[in-house]
């Protein structure tokens, strides 16, 4: 695989495989789970791409065509928290969020670095993937 990334050789989520049919920048926080030892999972409404085989044109109200899912971090072997502050904002139909995914990379080493206005983790986990769930959201 070919790195596309920043200065310190970090790959940019979008051009890995597992994450590229997904749009984070635009993807809402709705939770994190934190209660197993090995495991991270950021609760999310997720953007798709029109690369995504689930995609359909949104509609004329909405942005992007938007599903419920998890970014999971599995293996978990380091986590550094270097900001933390989930602060929820809530939308005029009444959603909580608690923001984007502004940032998501990931090193040469298998460190993923996260962040956005919930804060910033680094962490290094032997896997991580996108799981939608099974109803829409």
Known sequence: MVVKGNRRGQMKYETDPRFEAYYLEDSYVLGLEENEPSRLAFSLLLALTPKHPLY???SPAEQHC????VLAFEGVTSIVWTERHF?????????????NIDAFEI?????YVVNGEWG?????A?????TLSSKNQ
């Open 66 to 69: 938007y599903r419920s899912g």
């Open 126 to 130: 032997k896997r991580a993937s996108i």
């Open 87 to 99: 602060k929820p904002t809530s939308d005029k139909d009444g959603t909580i969020d608690y923001g």
């Open 56 to 58: 359909v044109r949104p």
């Open 107 to 111: 090193t040469p080493d298998g460190y």
């Open 120 to 124: 910033r983790v680094t962490l290094k």
